[in-house]
T-cell receptor
Framework: ETGVTQTPRHLVMGMTNKKSLKCEQHLGHNAMYWYKQSAKKPLELMFVYNFKEQTENNSVPSRFSPECPNSSHLFLHLHTLQPEDSALYLC??????????????FGSGTQLSVL | QKEVEQDPGPLSVPEGAIVSLNCTYSNSAFQYFMWYRQYSRKGPELLMYTYSSGNKEDGRFTAQVDKSSKYISLFIRDSQPSDSATYLCAMKSGSARQLTFGSGTQLTVLP
């Protein structure tokens, strides 16, 4: 089993659908992240959880709703998305969130298309 | 002005060439510098990590940081087709809790 696993790998949804992205890490880490990756743009940090507590929300629209039930699992609940939300959504984990050199380990991402 | 600038490429080189990938940045507080490699349909993986200025070598890869010029580089010697990927630079200040990424350079090494 790879360190950070994301499901599904691909998702196509209509603007009125509700879906969820799942992330699981097997590295014993305590911090988990959601990033959005759009073509030719830098990775955009969306949310950060440290020891299950949300510590960052980078002005993400409320149609994205994160959930972190424990340090190993992270979800991103999606509803009423817009076509411009189509992107690769990446989950990452690190030992813990602290000021310093924590290193991120990424999953393979969910390629989301909103029709 | 973007905090981190990275030429998106694409960059194509023949097998065996020396590759130079670069990023410039504007925030003089950045202290931690990283290079991530991202293969197609995969997430980024940490390739090199450097603290402050200087060089760091790992096999065919050398990371170089010049803080006075606010410039970082990744050199790949004897490039291989398996090095074909997108390379992302990332950096962070000591007080920040998040990385700032470049937009990535797409590299193709032709056999």
């Amino acid at each position: 089993e790879t360190g950070v696993t994301q499901t599904p790998r691909h998702l196509v949804m209509g603007m009125t659908n509700k879906k969820s992205l799942k992330c699981e890490q097997h590295l014993g880490h305590n911090a988990m992240y959601w990033y959005k990756q759009s073509a030719k743009k830098p990775l955009e940090l969306m949310f950060v959880y440290n020891f299950k507590e949300q510590t960052e929300n980078n002005s993400v629209p409320s149609r994205f709703s994160p959930e972190c039930p424990n340090s190993s699992h992270l979800f991103l609940h999606l509803h009423t998305l817009q076509p411009e939300d189509s992107a690769l959504y990446l989950c990452a984990s690190s030992q813990e969130l602290r000021q310093g050199n924590e290193k991120l380990f990424f999953g393979s991402g969910t390629q989301l298309s909103v029709l | 002005q973007k905090e981190v600038e990275q030429d998106p490429g694409p960059l194509s080189v023949p097998e065996g060439a020396i590759v130079s990938l670069n990023c410039t940045y504007s925030n003089s507080a950045f202290q931690y510098f990283m290079w991530y490699r991202q293969y197609s349909r995969k997430g980024p993986e940490l390739l090199m990590y450097t603290y402050s200025s200087g060089n760091k070598e790992d096999g065919r890869f050398t990371a170089q940081v010049d803080k006075s010029s606010k410039y970082i580089s990744l050199f790949i010697r004897d490039s291989q087709p398996s090095d074909s990927a997108t390379y992302l630079c990332a950096m962070k200040s000591g007080s920040a809790r998040q990385l700032t990424f470049g937009s990535g350079t797409q590299l193709t090494v032709l056999p």
